[in-house]
């Protein structure tokens, strides 16, 4: 009834930590959140709907997490049954032979603590898309398609790329006495601020299908101008 | 009077037989012509047919011979191509490449893909190239948009599926979307079928909705 990856290692865009560059994001694992019982330190997963994460350009000041824990459950299984969890093979956690995500164990916890650099895994798009399909009917019973999540998604996961890219590359220029963080935030909001000029005209191509590769091959096309101006 | 009566039989026999005549020589003209016509027919299919597989064969070796120059460049500047140029994201070459996200991630950052998948990488290349040539104004937008309204399948889809072919013919026109899809998978509008629809919300975020009408 629910769908499964092809491969465990389709879940994954990656396991052995992520780019700071990247935004924090629906699917991000990090480990040592106080969400274990009586608050002790314990793996986990931001739930929060990327939608939801942010207000205006920042993010909001509590985000949902999910423990993760340890619950073997096959890839034969993950259609018909264990409708609490959302298997994690193929994950490397401490003291966790078979990681799972736990959606009863869902907790808010402040933003802060959830620090870009720290993350140690992030779901890729159908990673991403298959939490949705089994949180929407862990909650409501409701089962929706996996293709109906990846075209809903598509704006939101396409602009996380880039940005992720367009930081980069902004970090990748910055000179070696320079304060990074400051750097990341001023390259992160320069890509915001491009995103929302003449009256947010990337977002509304990148919000429709005919438009989108479009505005990604702008803003790739800035990104490669950049990078060939200082002759790298 | 008498006379008259005696002749009409006469007159109207032979009227009736130029009449029978007439009507046997148009019928067999007729037939003659839709026979003619018929055999033009199955021979205008058959060579239809011959200049279709001939036109598949012509562009399968063009691919070929695009995917092979392409195959000679550097993987980082395949993969520049496709997400610049061509405005793909990562995690659509990784699915039409048929590799996970994170083995794009780890081309990008240098490790050398196998023969294999730099193979796909170029093929994919030069698949886009040859449908920049045909009547489509932005191949990369062509092939993640839906191919029939109110269902999901997309270009990507069929590429996926190495329909490669059938692709190339409706972007040329030569096929319509439904056609394509027919020839793919008979059942693809129960496998395609979404009851489920993208709305823009009054906060300005998209929201899922159960579509009202179902088709």
Redesign the interface.
């Known amino acids: 009834m629910l769908d499964a990856p092809d491969e465990p290692e389709d879940l994954w865009l990656a396991t052995d930590g992520v780019p700071s560059a990247r935004p924090l994001m629906q699917g991000d694992v990090l480990l040592g959140l106080p969400i274990g019982n009586d608050g002790e330190a314990a793996p986990g997963m931001i739930l929060t709907h990327p939608c939801s994460m942010r207000a205006g350009k920042k993010l909001r000041p509590r985000q949902t997490v999910a423990q993760i824990v340890h619950q073997p459950i096959s890839l034969e299984q993950w259609a018909g049954s264990h409708y609490d969890f959302m298997p994690l093979p193929g994950l490397e956690v401490p003291e966790l032979d078979a990681p799972a995500l736990d959606l009863r164990l869902i907790a808010a916890v402040p933003t802060p603590i959830l620090v870009a650099a720290d993350r140690h895994a992030a779901l890729s798009e159908i990673g991403i898309h298959l939490l949705q399909q089994r949180l929407t009917h862990h909650l409501t019973r409701v089962v929706v398609d996996l293709k109906t999540f990846a075209e809903h998604s598509a704006p939101t996961l396409l602009e996380v790329e880039l940005q992720e890219d367009w930081v980069s590359e902004a970090m990748r220029r910055v000179k070696g006495d320079a304060d990074l963080a400051e750097a990341q935030q001023s390259a992160e909001n320069e890509f915001q601020n491009l995103l929302d000029a003449d009256d947010r005209r990337l977002r509304g191509m990148l919000s429709q299908p005919p438009t989108r590769a479009q505005a990604a091959r702008e803003v790739r096309t800035t990104i490669r101008d950049r990078r060939g101006a200082d002759g790298s | 009077m008498t006379e008259s009566t005696s002749m009409t039989p006469t007159t109207d026999a032979a009227a009736t037989r130029l009449d029978t005549d007439q009507t046997a020589s148009a019928s067999s003209t007729l037939r003659q012509l839709n026979d003619s016509y018929a055999a033009l027919r199955g021979e205008a299919r058959l060579i239809n047919t011959d200049i279709e597989t001939g036109h598949r064969t012509a562009r399968r070796y063009d691919l070929d011979e695009r995917t092979s120059l392409k195959a000679k460049r550097a993987p980082l500047e395949l993969l ?1 191509e496709l ?9 659509t070459i990784a699915r039409l490449c048929r590799v ?3 083995a794009v ?1 780890k081309w990008r950052a240098g490790d050398p893909p196998s023969g294999e998948k730099r193979l796909a990488l170029a093929r994919l290349a030069a698949f886009l190239d040859l449908v920049a040539e045909m009547p489509v104004a ?1 191949p ?2 062509w092939l ?3 191919l029939v309204a109110q269902y ?1 399948a997309t270009g990507e889809d069929l590429f996926v599926a190495d329909r490669l072919d059938d692709l190339l013919d409706y972007a040329a026109g030569h096929v319509t979307a439904k056609e394509m899809l027919d020839m793919f998978d008979e059942n693809w509008r129960a496998r ?1 079928a ?1 009851d ?1 629809e ?1 709305v823009d919300a009054p906060d300005g ?4 909705r159960r579509r009202a009408h179902h088709r």
Not at chain 2, 85 to 91: E, F, P, T, V, Y
Not at chain 2, 205 to 208: D, G
């Open positions: 520049d997400a610049t140029d061509r405005g793909l994201s990562w995690a996970s996200v994170s991630r932005d990369g937008s993640s948009m839906p999901s395609f979404s489920w993208i975020e998209r929201s899922i």
